[in-house]
């Protein structure tokens, strides 16, 4: 099997979890690393044993033998950085969101299809072996017609105004913050479970910090709290701690969801709950290998992740035996094996989220800033 090559774009928590799950693969070497900096692309390649390291990404574009890259970076990087590796003929995994406006995703979906090229947009959470369940007894009719969903995408990191990170920042991040951060990922995940699409919101976004402290250096994800006061400067903020968004999905079904980065005690928390004329279904990613399953008049019960009882459908997503543990990280290694697959033959079946799923959330990203200013519902 030929040896495909890969660099990583990005020294955060996501570059480290993207290249720990690329060697997962077995068949993918990352041959460097990028980063703002030659000092800091060399410190992540030395501490992850990778040879090759460059301040300047479109230096490793040039490179004929380089197979794809993986976007990893602050969100108004992704664009700039997706479009460069398109143009250069590299297949493109990239981080959520695709981009930081519509327009621009669309640019790289019309790009990706003008190149021929695989393109990611890294929506991994679909990919937990449990999930992959749900979707499979939705297809095989076990839950009836989706009348309902609900749930939440929870968690506690900036509850406070002194925690601070670079998606706080609008000119890195873009315009919204948690909906656009994990938001999406809700959204996401009930499209692809239910197979509906999302008709129509009204959502309500809300900051509770209108200031937050700003630490003086740099603060990685889910990091920094452990600074003094005389560590930060006060910043004015603009994007949400918090939404709340009910939704029409297809033509009958309903659904209503939370979004938070400010509940104290949720670390990542989330929580899809689907309601059927024959059953019901409810996954949270806290309990990440555990299904509950709901009747009408027969026992609810909970299902515990195990490949030999599984649909079909969903088996191949879980590769250890019941009793042990597939989590947050085993996602990457699901998406990452699918994506290589296609980009050693460009035949092969694309099973894994496009640049144009990454387009969808971002116009679902517009609608609910849309609902939120003008306190009304709106229609896609």
């Known amino acids: 099997m030929k040896k495909l090559k890969t660099a990583v774009f990005g020294t955060g928590f996501m570059g480290r979890v993207h290249t720990e799950g690329i060697r997962r693969?077995?068949?993918?070497?990352?041959?460097?690393?990028?980063?703002?900096?030659?000092?800091?692309?060399?410190?992540?390649?030395?501490?992850?044993?990778?040879?090759?390291?460059?301040?300047?990404?479109?230096?490793?574009?040039?490179?004929?033998?380089?197979?794809?890259?993986?976007i990893c970076t602050p969100n108004a990087l992704h664009f700039p950085m997706a479009?460069?590796?398109?143009?250069?003929?590299?297949?493109?995994?990239?981080?959520k969101p695709l981009a930081t406006s519509v327009e621009e995703a669309r640019k790289l979906v019309a790009k990706a299809k003008e190149k021929g090229l695989a393109n990611c947009t890294f929506q991994n959470l679909r990919y937990y072996p449990m999930v992959q369940e749900i979707r499979a007894l939705r297809e095989a009719g076990e839950l009836g017609e989706i009348y309902a969903v609900q749930g939440t995408y929870s968690q506690d990191w900036l509850l406070y105004d002194t925690d601070w990170n670079w998606r706080i920042d609008p000119e890195a991040n873009g315009r919204s913050r948690a909906f656009a951060d994990i938001g999406t990922h809700w959204c996401d995940m009930v499209e692809h479970l239910t197979g509906l699409r999302i008709a129509s919101l009204c959502a309500d976004l809300q900051t509770f910090h209108k200031t937050r402290k700003r630490p003086k250096g740099s603060v990685e994800t889910f990091s920094g709290k452990t600074l003094q006061p005389s560590d930060y400067e006060e910043m004015p903020i603009?994007?949400?701690?918090?939404?709340?968004?009910?939704?029409?999905?297809?033509?009958?079904?309903?659904?209503?969801?939370?979004?938070?980065?400010?509940?104290?005690?949720?670390?990542?928390?989330?929580?899809?709950?689907?309601?059927?004329?024959?059953?019901?279904?409810?996954?949270?990613?806290?309990?990440?290998?555990?299904?509950?399953?709901?009747?009408?008049?027969?026992?609810?019960?909970?299902?515990i992740k195990d490949p030999s009882l599984m649909l079909e459908r969903a088996r191949s997503y879980a590769d250890l035996p019941g009793g042990h543990s597939e989590g947050y990280d085993d996602t990457f290694k699901q998406v990452f094996r699918r994506f290589y697959r296609t980009v050693a033959d460009r035949s092969a079946a694309v099973e894994y989220p496009q640049f144009v799923d990454g387009?969808?959330?971002?116009?679902?990203?517009?609608?609910?800033?849309?609902?939120?200013?003008?306190?009304?519902?709106?229609?896609?």
């Open 238 to 303: 603009d994007s949400e701690d918090f939404a709340a968004v009910i939704l029409r999905l297809g033509d009958r079904a309903r659904g209503a969801f939370t979004v938070s980065q400010v509940s104290a005690g949720r670390k990542n928390r989330l929580c899809m709950e689907i309601y059927g004329s024959k059953g019901s279904a409810a996954w949270d990613q806290e309990k990440p290998d555990e299904l509950w399953l709901g009747r009408r008049n027969e026992p609810n019960g909970i299902i």
């Open 83 to 95: 479009m460069a590796a398109l143009e250069a003929g590299k297949n493109v995994l990239c981080e």
């Open 359 to 380: 387009l969808r959330q971002l116009e679902i990203l517009d609608k609910v800033l849309e609902s939120s200013a003008g306190h009304a519902w709106v229609s896609f």
């Open 25 to 70: 693969l077995g068949n993918v070497e990352i041959v460097a690393i990028a980063a703002s900096s030659e000092e800091k692309a060399r410190k992540f390649a030395d501490e992850v044993g990778v040879e090759g390291a460059t301040g300047d990404y479109r230096s490793l574009l040039s490179q004929s033998d380089l197979d794809a890259v993986h």
